[in-house]
């Protein structure tokens, strides 16, 4: 099965600092990525949508400055916290969409953020 | 826009029964998908279910099955025979047929009795 992972599992970083999260789709193609955060015992809020090649498209309320988002390639989606405060501290998860039909999103593991 | 409402924040069942998770949702569009999603402890989320809304058929995958009543916009999860790990949060998910984007409910957290 598709298989997305994402790099690091868990990350603390002191405020101020910027930190990048990694998101990979192992096995299959990806030209679109998805980036959610999510609080304790809540759904996942999209942040994003990312296609390869081109810019971000930002959900209403997600700061672009504060959270960019690069797709450099079908494979590999990155979300840098710039500025990182202690606000930022959440769960995120990327999503990758296949190309064959029907069209699915596979999530990864998420990645925890800890801002200090 | 499109909205998924879960109308039941927690659930319990006991081992080897069946339990019944509610999802409705709201959309004026006629071809759609829909998805059960299911985010252990791990918080790796899993795909339990889909069902394409042109199908009358209700999807099932082993243990889970689906009721899809399309004209009152109502989409629910049986889980049968009811395991330890099956204790989950568990979101309900809609997207268009020509989207990109998942729109989630607020999950059901389903705790299983042994």
């Known amino acids: 099965g598709a298989v997305v992972s994402q790099h690091p599992s868990w990350v603390i970083c002191k405020s101020g600092t910027s930190v990048k999260i990694e998101c990979r789709s192992l096995?299959?193609?990806?030209?679109?990525m998805f980036w959610y955060r999510q609080f304790p015992k809540q759904s996942l809020m999209l942040m994003a949508t990312?296609?390869?090649?081109?810019?971000?498209?930002?959900e209403q309320g997600v700061e672009k400055d504060k959270f960019l988002i690069n797709h450099a390639s079908l494979t590999l989606s990155t979300l840098t916290v710039t500025s990182a405060h202690p606000e930022d501290s959440s769960f995120y998860i990327c999503?990758?969409?296949?190309?064959?039909?029907?069209?699915?999103?596979?999530f990864g593991p998420g990645t925890r953020l800890t801002v200090t | 826009a499109q909205t998924v409402t879960q109308s039941q924040p927690e659930m319990s069942v006991q081992e080897a029964e069946t339990v019944t998770l509610s999802c409705t949702y709201d959309?004026?569009?006629?071809?759609?998908?829909l998805f059960w999603y299911k985010q252990p402890p791990s918080r790796q989320m899993i795909l339990v279910i889909r069902?394409?809304?042109?199908?009358?058929q209700n999807a099932t995958e082993n243990r889970f099955s689906v009721n899809f009543q399309k004209a009152a916009k109502s989409f629910s999860l049986k889980i049968s025979d009811s395991q330890l790990g099956d204790a989950a949060m568990y979101f309900c998910?809609?997207?268009?047929?020509?989207?990109?984007?998942?729109?989630f409910g607020q999950g059901t957290r389903l705790t299983i009795n042994p």
């Open positions: 999503s990758a969409r296949d190309l064959t039909p029907p069209p699915e999103q596979y």
């Open positions: 096995d299959f193609q990806a030209t679109t």
């Open positions: 990312s296609n390869e090649g081109s810019k971000a498209t930002y």
């Open positions: 959309t004026s569009e006629s071809d759609y998908y």
């Open positions: 069902q394409e809304a042109y199908k009358q």
């Open positions: 998910a809609y997207r268009d047929q020509g989207a990109q984007k998942l729109v």
